[in-house]
């Protein structure tokens, strides 16, 4: 029962490069979502996916692109990383958009440092 | 837009002890109150609230809504050093339609 698998789990770039953070779900979950985590800030959303074939922008997108690409997987994409993209990323999912039953499911998260 | 806030932002106690964690809110449209354990990875989904004045519970753990004065409150009694983690509060609903949006946490430390 794997839920949200992640990868890499950890990544040092520097500034300017960029990358990609895989997300797979095997729940057949319908929406994902990417989230960065900073100290005491919580987590905030960076896009999101209502369903299979549509993406949307969350509180904090500028500096990544997102692709949904079929109903399991969902990544996130830095064209060109910069040090205030060093963050700890998760990738969750749930059921619907609308109505989080259990709440969401989450990724184990990757530590991301940009230097 | 939606706003959550969490209070104290750090606590430490002793095992045994039970602690309180609040949560407030602002919201247009409510839909539910969640909250989760974040120990050294991924949140772990604890409680989601929907409705004023039902207490969920689960062991030790409980937590209840209160949506006329827009807070929520989670307690764990007898605490245990397995109980040291951050206790995310987020709201799901108004502007953000079901996306969750987090409070900051608040970082608990047991002590034994």
């Known amino acids: 029962n794997a839920g949200v698998t992640q990868t890499p789990k950890f990544q040092v770039l520097k500034t300017g490069q960029s990358m990609t953070l895989q997300c797979a779900q095997d729940?057949?979950?319908?929406?994902m979502y990417w989230y960065r985590q900073d100290p005491g800030m919580g987590l905030r959303l960076i896009y999101y996916?209502?369903?299979?074939?549509?993406?949307d922008k969350g509180e904090v997108p500028n500096g990544y692109n997102v692709s949904r690409l079929n109903k399991r997987e969902f990544s996130l994409r830095l064209e060109s990383a910069a040090p205030s993209q060093t963050s700890v990323y998760f990738c969750?999912?749930?059921?619907?958009?609308?109505?989080?039953?259990?709440?969401?499911?989450f990724g184990s998260g990757t530590r991301l440092t940009v230097v | 837009e939606d706003k959550v806030v969490q209070s104290p932002l750090s606590l430490v106690v002793h095992e045994g002890d039970t602690v309180t964690l609040n949560c407030s809110y602002e919201?247009?449209?409510?839909?539910?109150l969640l909250w989760y354990k974040q120990e050294k990875k991924a949140p772990t989904f604890l409680f989601m609230l929907?409705?004023?004045?039902i207490e969920k519970k689960s062991g030790r753990l409980s937590s209840i809504l209160d949506k006329k004065e827009l807070f929520s409150i989670l307690n764990i009694t007898a605490t245990q050093t397995g109980d040291s983690a951050v206790y995310l509060c987020a709201l799901a609903g108004g502007t953000s339609y079901g996306k969750l949006t987090f409070g900051q946490g608040t970082i608990l430390t047991v002590h034994p």
């Open positions: 969750a999912s749930s059921e619907a958009l609308g109505t989080p039953r259990g709440g969401y499911t």
């Open positions: 929907t409705s004023s004045g």
């Open positions: 919201v247009t449209n409510f839909r539910s």
């Open positions: 729940m057949n979950h319908n929406s």
């Open positions: 996916s209502a369903s299979e074939g549509t993406t």
